[in-house]
């Protein structure tokens, strides 16, 4: 079946404009999460979704970071004001639940703001 | 973040096995280790966790010692194709986890024909 997908693949943006990531996860997945890696960097959590709610949101950055989960699916995640320092590959993955060590990662969004 | 120490890098002969160890001296009762690899450019990619026993799927084998305090992670017969980062790491089975995977820097396995 189809796996983890992420649009848009490549966003280039100016500092200070808003972007949206989308990442629509496998059927069925209940829990979602949000990560980025930036370049030679390791894995940062961002936020973890149980269906639409989000009971750990302890890795966004800052208050410019948002993120939804609708229908228990799709999920989007919204960074305001970009900076450059939020450059960065942003990953979704997603799994049957918190309880599962198998997840599923999309491609990824690279995110490069100017 | 990661709680477990491994090499930073390791060399292995394509068709050879590839043995990558992992310390987790810390690893309390309820908590699983896990493995997951990265190719270049890709998303992690899951590979195969374990509480105490030994594991085996159609990727790898987990080998953890009796005092659960290391294990090892065997590709036995690498290919190129398995040159990556591979991240491992411990995680507890309890209701208050989030399953948010933290990785350390890894160890780089360079597969060479």
């Known amino acids: 079946g189809a796996g983890v997908s992420q649009s848009p693949s490549n966003k280039v943006t100016e500092k200070g404009k808003d972007v949206e990531l989308r990442c629509d996860p496998i059927?069925?997945?209940?829990?979602l999460y949000w990560y980025r890696q930036s370049l030679g960097q390791g894995l940062e959590f961002l936020i973890y979704f149980q269906g639409n709610s989000a009971p750990d949101k302890s890795g966004l950055p800052s208050d410019r970071f948002s993120a939804e989960r609708t229908g228990g699916s799709v999920s989007t995640l919204t960074i305001q004001r970009t900076q450059q320092e939020d450059s960065a590959v942003y990953l979704c993955?997603?799994?049957?639940?918190?309880?599962?060590?198998?997840?599923?990662f999309g491609p990824g969004t690279r995110l490069t703001v100017t | 973040d990661a709680k477990t120490t491994q090499p930073t890098s390791m060399d292995c002969a394509e068709g050879r096995a590839a043995n990558l160890p992992c310390n987790h001296s810390t690893i309390s009762g309820n908590e699983y280790v896990y493995w997951y690899r990265q190719i270049h450019s890709q998303g992690p990619q899951y590979i195969i966790h374990g509480l105490k026993n030994n594991e085996t799927n159609e990727m790898a084998s987990l080998i953890i010692t009796e005092d659960r305090k290391s294990s090892t992670l065997i590709l036995p017969h690498a290919t190129l194709r398995d040159t990556a980062v591979y991240y491992c790491?411990?995680?507890?089975?309890?209701?208050?986890?989030?399953?948010?995977?933290?990785f350390g820097q890894g160890t780089t396995l360079q597969v060479k024909p």
């Open positions: 993955a997603s799994s049957l639940g918190a309880r599962y060590y198998e997840q599923y």
């Open positions: 059927s069925g997945h209940t829990a």
């Open positions: 790491n411990t995680m507890g089975s309890g209701s208050g986890n989030t399953g948010k995977l933290i």
